[in-house]
């Protein structure tokens, strides 16, 4: 009796110790979230207490205490705020951003530290790579030339590089397409017209940035007598001699019930190259091929000859001159595009939004960053807005999720929870005295 008593008793003593210690964690984690509370891109850390049961016996009962596991709630997500900076970035959902250190800019991709983060204040440092305060650099994929990404690794950080604005400071785009929405006057091809040609400029850009000058010039078939509806155009180029034509066009129109002013056929001279299924001249230009869209027989956009003055009214090109950047920008996608004075973009980088199974497995880091683990599960890099995971929001940063009024109550819990384990503390203490005395 005397034994089992002395056990229920120090089995007391232990379950109030373990209280104490279970408590004083569960205060740590509070005071982090408090601390915390204006930290953007904070978790929330959360101490989850668990009963410990030992082995019973029937004529005692022996207390097994509480034990704590403290972990971050990462898959609760922060509201996001706007801001006025363009690579404060954020995702709106599930999913992180990957990241690496200092260490890992300069290193192989099989031997960086990859991370992640939910949200980041990036800034270009000395080098042109976007970085944090903190020392987190953002990775991404980077687009090529026809803004894609080729074939990558979505479940490792293999093919992702910093992201590194300095080498597109200065960028030209050369033209590869014109549009021509044209009206030519029905009446310049009745007889007696004077013939008088249309001439139009349009400006384009070659591969270094300079303009050049096209210059198309329509001229009527005027016939002697009744009407053909036909023009002759010319194509010159600034680029060359500008005296020879580098291309031309036979342009035949209908006046047919409901397709009036539609190209009805179109004949190209020796050497002009035209695909009539699709309606577009392509030129040979010093700098490359670029296309102009005529129009296609019987089709509804390109040149048209109605009855109304000569109007180029909807002529369109890519392309742009030698542009200073001026900003970078993330769109919805994940896409990083540089912003130049020029008024073109280019899409630079594809930030990927990374998730794992287990989000509340991942292992914290400093600077609100986190890494995969075993109980994560692994990595999958998905594109923003896809599968699970939230889009990217620039201008944006995400809130720490801690609710001061939610902590505050939680510490008075704790605090009368400490006092009550104090308490068993204190009265174990005074009953093993109790039974010192019996000895007396």
């Known amino acids: 009796m005397t034994k089992e008593l002395s056990m229920s008793i120090s089995s007391s003593l232990n379950a109030g110790v373990m209280g104490l210690n279970s408590n004083a964690s569960r205060l740590s984690t509070i005071s982090d979230n408090i601390a915390n509370s204006s930290t953007y891109g904070y978790k929330r850390s959360v101490a989850d207490f668990s009963s410990m049961v030992i082995q019973k016996q029937a004529s005692a009962y022996a207390a097994g205490g509480v034990t704590v596991n403290t972990f971050k709630d990462i898959q609760q997500t922060g509201s996001l705020i706007n801001t006025g900076n363009s690579t404060d ?17 300069g290193s192989l991709a099989s031997e960086r530290e990859l991370m992640l983060l939910p949200t980041g204040s990036f800034y270009a440092d000395e080098s042109g790579n976007l970085r944090t305060q903190s020392g987190m650099f953002l990775l991404g994929w980077a687009v090529d030339s026809d803004g894609g990404i080729g074939t ?4 490792s950080g293999a093919n992702l590089q910093p992201v590194n604005i300095s080498a597109s400071q200065y960028v030209a785009s050369p033209t590869s397409r014109i549009d021509l929405g044209i009206n030519l006057p029905a009446d310049a091809t009745l007889a007696g017209a004077s013939g008088q040609p249309y001439d139009l400029p349009i400006e384009y850009f070659d591969n270094i940035g300079r303009a050049q000058t096209l210059s198309l010039s329509f001229v009527p078939n005027v016939p002697a007598d009744g009407a053909t509806n036909q023009w002759t155009v010319q194509v010159f180029d600034s680029a060359t001699d500008g005296t020879d034509p580098i291309a031309e066009l036979t342009l035949d129109f209908t006046d047919a019930v409901d397709q009036g002013g539609r190209l009805d056929d179109v004949t190209p001279a020796v050497g002009t190259v035209y695909d009539e299924d699709t309606g577009i001249m392509t030129l040979t230009l010093p700098h490359g091929d670029v296309d102009v869209m005529v129009g296609k027989p019987g089709g509804t956009t390109g040149v048209t000859q109605l009855s109304a003055p000569f109007s180029p009214t909807n002529v369109t090109k890519d392309g742009a001159p030698i542009g200073d950047l001026q900003s970078v920008e993330v769109d919805e996608k994940g896409f990083l595009q540089a912003v130049y004075n020029s008024g073109y973009r280019r899409a630079l980088y594809q930030i990927p939004v990374g998730d794992v199974p287990n989000m509340n497995g991942l292992r914290a880091k400093d600077g609100q960053a986190f890494s995969v683990s075993a109980e994560s599960g692994n990595l999958y890099l998905w594109d923003a807005g896809t599968g699970p995971v939230g889009e990217v929001a620039g201008y944006s940063l995400m809130e720490s999720t801690t609710d001061i009024a939610a902590e505050l109550t939680d510490l008075i819990e704790t605090q009368r929870a400490y006092s009550s384990n104090a308490k068993i503390v204190q009265t174990v203490d005074e009953m093993l005295q109790e039974t010192t005395n019996l000895k007396r």
């Open 89 to 105: 970035i954020a995702v709106g959902g599930r999913g992180l951003l990957p990241v690496t250190d200092g260490a890992g800019v």
């Open 152 to 155: 990558v690794s979505r479940n």
